[in-house]
């Protein structure tokens, strides 16, 4: 059966929809499943395997799934006073390429927000003035359990030297803003949560006009 959605209300910018918290609220007739167990399969680094057994609400019967377990991400998008976006290019071992982003990574014990400035002291040497909250996304709710944080730092300036990690291998670009959506159509950029940072940004300048 299909759900509906609801919105619960609109700002004054007509592009803009206003959601709560935790996102838009869904009426549908899809129930939770029952958790009977959650035991790590295997450990590495960055993430856990978790192996769940859980039981159907529809057919009682039990399955099991296997999720990734890790912490949250960051995405930062840093504007130079100039205007201009602080991007990075890497090597990224999954895709066996060189990548253009923006500056990112795990979340450890401190807030979202203060990650986010960290990452890009350390990958890029640059620090701004303020830091403002995008959005998130869910990189996959079929098998992640994290989140991905996308924010703001505006005034971003480079203060210091790069401060990287001996597996890491980062250059620093300046590009306008209006370079970025043609090198995503191009497919210079295919990093999905990249994109979909750039999603949050462009929104907010669209829907501050």
């Not at 912490?71 to 201009?84: A, L, M, S, Y």
């Not at 990093?191 to 829907?207: E, G, R």
Request: glycine share 8%; with cysteine; hydrophobic share 40%.
């Amino acid at each position: 059966m299909q759900g509906r959605v609801v919105r619960p209300g609109l700002v004054n910018a007509p592009c803009c929809i206003y959601l709560p918290p935790h996102g838009i609220f869904l009426s549908i007739m899809i129930k939770e499943w029952e958790l009977l167990e959650s035991k790590v399969d295997r450990d590495y680094r960055v993430f856990r395997i978790q192996s769940e057994l859980a039981v159907s609400p529809r057919t009682k019967k039990v399955g099991t799934f296997y999720t990734i377990d890790t912490r949250d991400w960051v995405n930062v998008i840093p504007v130079t006073p100039e205007g201009k976006i602080v991007m990075i290019k890497q090597y990224r071992h999954g895709s066996k390429e060189v990548t253009l982003e923006i500056p990112g990574g795990l979340v450890d014990e401190e807030d979202a927000g203060e990650a986010a400035q960290r990452e890009l002291l350390e990958e890029t040497g640059y620090a701004g003035d303020s830091v403002q909250l995008l959005g998130f996304v869910n990189p996959n709710p079929a098998i992640f359990n994290n989140r991905c944080y996308t924010y703001l730092i505006e005034n971003a300036r480079e203060i210091s030297e790069k401060a990287l990690d001996p597996d890491e291998d980062i250059e620093v670009v300046l590009m306008s803003s209006d370079e970025i959506p043609p090198i995503i159509a191009g497919g210079g950029i295919n990093h999905s949560l990249v994109i979909v940072a750039f999603h949050f940004y462009f929104m907010k300048k669209l829907c501050s006009q």
